[in-house]
Every structure is written in structure tokens, then in C-alpha cells.
């Protein structure tokens, strides 16, 4: 009922977005805009700020570093709170259009080190050791719509709508609860260069998924953090939240992850299979190591999730298997069929942070690492 | 909700009759600043040439006695056209233009700042004084309460808003949106803009602007943006505390530098400068709100990254202080310093006037020197 989303929605997303466009559609001669993003003391939080540049940058190296107030985004303290912001990756923004841009940053301290959260800075290392190999990711994104009452988009706002089954890759009213985002967000993505492979609706109602990749490297984490911005920046024009909580309503409801396929040349090419399990053997060594890095709160996250029902292992056991969407890893049919080609790992939790989780794989599966602690390479 | 019957008038409508051809004529809306010096006004006429430079514009004059301006009996005061930009509300070939008051006896109007910060700038001419105005505002809607707060309550503490993104973290960004792209089309030297730590509260940047021209761009980027929340209904304020308590203010933080600060070794010159700064600290507050001093008390308490009036301090990367230096500068030795006193209300003409008199032109003491 209109009354019921007058409630769920905010008050700027009431805002005449027909006067909104005329401004828009204002030409802006040589100026560019560049809205740089990055990722704020929490590990899971996005930040943005806007500059005007003179002219449209053509590569990432066109774009100057820039700072921000630490002290504010939960980063450092008021009495020496300058951090910088390292342009890394550069897309076309699909909210101020060509030839505007989005720019994800890293962060360094005021030291010039790298920030508490910047998981970044060592990721690009791992992956630069093992270029080689060519890893791929694809991570299947899953995440919740939620009113700005806190409550899942479309639920009945006293109650609950009926039990999970009918809504998984649902159409319909009564299945569907807020495609219009998803619809958004996927031309948006298409539009500014995120790999984006596909979405479907999940299990529990106002839930979806978006799938990000084949990505190699590095790439990984980029397009995937770039993709929850656009996600986030959609849904606030639309008015409503997106929540990367891994369980955002106990019970019998589904939690979200971030299932991450993984795959170098060697497991993709003929007898590949054997690779891909001789990768799961070092994983089955090192559980304690990936839950650690699988959330951004070492484990205690993906504890309200990995219960071992709702197609989620149990976070305390690991387990491997070929079609079981209960296991941590799972290798799916076709691969065993063709005896090649990739694995899923189930664990990671929906506000995984993908640079240290691509980060750990490698480490694991392709640098051979063993035992609680990642190896210090500087040495 | 908070929003003004204005903005729900049909826009498709308005739409029609401003595509309407207008032959050779153009509009040009004249905006000063009235007698409260925060206060814009405007009126339209109809030029039949398009104005390719500001000696283009005729003087004209208005009603001072509805300004709080002049008194009724002898009320035309003088319109003096200052500074011109493209029109992004009605569009080329229109244009807004920024212009001086002067009373009825053609000397200028109290609120007139602009006279004095044009002469004390042409004195400096050669220092090449560059200016950055990093301006805040809080959007409220027409019943006076932050835009996007629950009407009977407050939203969650501030934190997650600085450059937030979300609609559980940004409110009004259309406004934010359309302001830029509205000042990029003026020539109005916007060169930024970020969410800011209270929720509806937003910041946007002008500069690097030299001399005189801070003050145009910046009173500009002001009349725009309360022309661009009129049109979605809700309202821009500057007023430099607009919600008590455990929520931030709103300034209008100062970048400045000369072309000796900008070159190799010119920290000497900053901190020089700073020296002088901080023997004139009630001067320059009695410059930095229209109320000499009594709105910025509201703000200026030492908590929520500002300093406290009562008190001068500098430092490098020092949010807490009077005069930040960034951290970049202290590191190359050169550069510029930011001055974040302030109030968002201030007039930048005062502001910028302000730190001429006292850098560059060596004055001491409580009242400006009579050149």
C-alpha cells in the first residue's frame, strides 16, 4: 500500500526527480567530475567525496591523490586525523554519466602506511607473486533490502511473510519484493565497467544476488567493492537500504554470503580436477585461518550463519564435496564431469571484504602456506 | 511531508513555457545581498542584447525599505553590477549578476563589503592571493527541522554520515547533485563537494579563487543553492549551530595562500603569517559572522573538530585548532593554510579582507586600517 511505503522509504527519495534531471541534463563544459570511494574504519562502510578536475582523466594515473578527515569515518584521531586516498581503480559513473568517473582508493595513514582497514595494499601484493598462475574469482553477492525502518523491504511491517520456497529465482508480486533495484543496479554496473556475470532473487523474500566476475587478480576486489557502492548509491535513490549482514532475520530465514569461486590456468585446463584437489586438501588444513579472514570481525559474523542448515556448513567442521550445497566447498557437477574447471568456496560471509578472502586463497592453494598465520613475505 | 507547495507544482508544466523561444531578448537577474548581510535578493529585466561583459549591464536600483536597507522615505538605493554568470535556471542567453548596493547618496550600503575587500585586494595585486571556501550547509525542510530527521525525534548519532552513501546515511543528496552541475554551467569555480558529519548536513567547495573573485563565486554558489532547494521545496541554512548539542556546526573554513606561500620555502611565509594571525584573534572574529562574533560563540565551543573562540591556536593537521596546517604542506614546505573560524554565515568579502589586512598588509590591533 502506498501508506506502508511512505513509511519504508526516506524522505530524499521523494524528491522531484524531474527537477533533479533538469539539473542534470545542465552541460558542463571541460569540467569532470571524479567522486573518489573508499573504505572506512569498519571494514565494511563506503565513503565518498566529489572533485572537480579540468579535464577527463583517460587512466588511473591522471588522478592526483587526495586526503580526508580520519577522525570521522572511524580512522584516526582528531589531533592528527589527515589520511590520504590512493586512486586505484577508475570507472564511468552511471550516477553523473559520462564523462564523470568513480575512483576507488586506498587509504594510507598519515605515515604513508597503510590503513587499519586497507586490505588492498596486501592483496595486490599476493596477487603480483602469482600473475603466473592467472587466479580468477567470481563472487556471487548476496544481500537484503531493507526499509529505513530496519525491516526487510515488502515484509509485512507486524509480521512475517510466509515460509521460504517460493521466492528463490521468484516472479511475481507475491515472490519479488524490490526488482526495480536489482534491475537498476545491473545496467548501472554494465554501464560503468563492473564485471558484473548475472543476479537472481534468493531464498528468503527481499533478498537477491549479483554475481561479479571472471575477474583475475586484483580485479576481484576491486569490481566487487565498486559494485556495493553502486548498489548502495542506487538503493539510497530509491530510497530504501541494502544490508550486507550475513543474518539479518534469526530463524528459520536464510542468511547471506559471498560464495566465492576460485580457479588458476592449471585447474582449468585438462586434468585440472586434480588440482582443484589437491587446493582443497591445503583449505581443509587451514579452516581457522579463512573463517578468521572470511568476515570482518574474524569469525563472529559468519557465526550467526554458518550454522550448517539454511545450505550453509557448519563453521566449526570443514567439508568438501561435489553438489553439496552444505559443505564449505563445493565442486560443482560439471567440473566433475569434465574434470577440470573451478570451486566454490561457501564460507564467506556477505560483508567479507574480497581482497582479503581472494588474498587467502592464493596464499593457501597457490603460495602453499600452512598454520593460524599468514606468512610475511618481507622477511 | 516538509517540502513547500511550490514544490508541488507541476514541473512539466513549468517545463513547457521555458522551452518557449525568446527572440533576441535576455533576462538577467540582478541579486544582492540585503540589509541583514546573509540575506539574498533578486529581480529580473529583460535586456534586448546579450551582456558579453559586466560593463554590458546598466546600473538599476530597488525598494531599500523592504531590504531592511533604507527607511520608506527616501528609500532607491543603487544596484551596481559586479559580477556576471551564465543563468543554469533559465539558461543561455540569461545571465545572474552579482552587483554592489550603494545608498541613496551613491556611498555604499552597510552591508556592502565588497567595496572595501576590492580595494584592500587590488593593494596585493602582485601577491597573487589565492582563496578555497569550503562552505557548509544543513538542508531543513519548510517546518524548520532537518530534512530527512524523524519529526519527533533525532536520527542515530553522528558517525556514519561523513561521506556517507546509503539512504540510511545521506539525505537530500539531489539537492548536492543539482547545485553542482548548476555551478559548473554558471562559471562558478566550484571544486568539490562531500557529505558532512551531521545527517542533511552537506559541504561544497569554491576556489582557488584570487582576489576579489572569492567572494563573487561564493555569494553566487550561495544564491544558486537556495534557488535549487526552492525548487525541490526545502531550504538551505547557514546557520553556523542549527541543532544544539551532540551534533556538529556548520563553517565556512578559509584556505589561503600567497604566491611567496605557494613556492619553494614557503612555509616561512605561512607561519609568519600565522604569528600574525594569532595576535589579532578578536579582530578577525568580530569579521567572521554578521553578528561579530555572537553566532560563531554558538559554534566555536572546542568540541566537534572546532577550536574555542576564546582561544588562538595553530597546528599541523590539527583539526582542534584555530589554523591547520595540512600535513602535506608541513611535509613539502609550502603551500597554503587553512583558517577555520569561520561561520558558515560569514560574508566572504569581510573574510577574505580580513586576512589580507593582517598578513599582507601587516595591520595590528582591534579596528582595520583607513586607507
Redesign the interface.
Known sequence: SVRLLKMA????????????Q???A????D?V?AMYIWIDGSGE????????LDSEPKTIEDLPEW???G????QSE?????MFLIPSAMFRDP??KDPNKLVLCEVLK?NRKPAETNLRHSCKQIMSMVENNHPWFGMEQEYTLLG?DGHPFGWPSNGFPGPQGPYYCGVGADKAYGRDIVEAHYRACLYAGVKICGTNAEVMPAQWEFQVGPCEGINMGDHLWIAR?IL??V??D?????SFDPKPISGNWNGAGCHTNFSTKEMRDDGGLKVIEEAIERLSKRHRYHIRTYDPRGGLDNARRLTGHHETSNIDEFSAGVANRGASIRIPRSVGQDKKGYFEDRRPSANCDPYIVTEALVRTCLLKEEGEEPTDYSK
Open positions: 522509504t526516506s524522505a530524499s527519495s521523494k524528491l522531484n526527480k524531474a527537477v533533479k533538469q539539473y542534470m545542465l552541460p558542463q563544459g569540467m567530475q562502510g563506503l565513503r565518498c567525496k566529489t572533485r572537480t586526503n580526508f578527515d577522525s570521522s569515518t572511524y582528531g589531533s592528527n586525523s589527515d550516477f553523473r598519515y529505513t557502492f548502495h548509491r538503493c539510497e530509491f530510497g530504501v537500504v541494502a
